[in-house]
């Protein structure tokens, strides 16, 4: 089974407003944590956001935030205010304890129009 | 600045040639990784590092070989025996490969076979 699922291959938003990212992960560890990456034309992966499993609160990094519903074991990326540079790949990805890497998604491609 | 830096950024392989990507980091990390990234897929993770002297192979190893020497340095060779190497490579690190811990990524290596 995968680890984690993105199922929007490619996402379009009008600039200045929020879109959401859709990630479910699956795991049988309580204890786990997860993350969000940018990734540019360029190539580079960019750290955006994380969530620890037993964070009571959503994790929120500027424009950024990651919706995290623990019973549905979804952790949606929410970015508000949509910019151009916004324009990449995102990929959700998870640890878990005692494993010693990270599983990521296959992405989605997220286009601004202007 | 502190940072990893992968090195060629293009790199063109001929039948039967080993070819071996750089990985440097002066970020003082302990843990370093090796990901695979094909076009529409996530990354996969090919090995992994956590002390120096020490790796473990990742899912797809097969045809890959790394050496941790230096703290600093996690070279990939990727030898004959990967039949299908074309992709893009990227080098990653974290502090101790903890499950809260970020990975910090290079800007990538695109492997070409001729």
């Known amino acids: 089974a995968q680890k984690i699922t993105q199922t929007q291959p490619g996402m379009f938003v009008q600039e200045k407003e929020a879109v959401t990212l859709d990630c479910t992960y699956d795991?049988?560890?309580?204890?786990?944590?997860l993350f969000w990456y940018k990734q540019p034309s360029s190539g580079e992966m960019i750290f955006l956001i994380y969530q620890g499993s037993y964070d009571q609160q959503n994790a929120t990094e500027g424009r950024y935030s990651l919706n995290f519903q623990k019973a549905r074991k979804s952790a949606n990326l929410v970015i508000s205010a949509s910019q151009l540079g916004d324009s990449a790949m995102y990929f959700c990805a998870m640890t878990e304890m005692g494993e010693d890497q990270f599983y990521f998604g296959t992405g989605t491609s997220l286009t601004v129009i202007p | 600045d502190g940072g990893i830096t992968q090195s060629p950024k293009y790199l063109f392989r001929k039948e039967g040639q080993n070819v071996t990507l750089s990985c440097e980091q002066n970020l003082n990390h302990d843990a370093m990784y090796w990901y695979r990234q094909d076009p529409g897929q996530g990354l996969r993770l090919i090995y992994y590092s956590q002390i120096v002297n020490d790796f473990q192979k990742g899912d797809i190893a097969e045809g890959y070989s790394v050496s941790r020497e230096k703290k600093e340095s996690f070279p990939l060779t990727v030898t004959s025996a990967q039949k299908n190497p074309t992709a893009f490579y990227l080098c990653a690190s974290s502090i101790q490969g903890a499950t809260n811990e970020k990975l910090f990524f290079g800007s990538g290596t695109q492997l070409s076979v001729l």
């Open positions: 795991t049988s560890d309580p204890s786990y944590g």
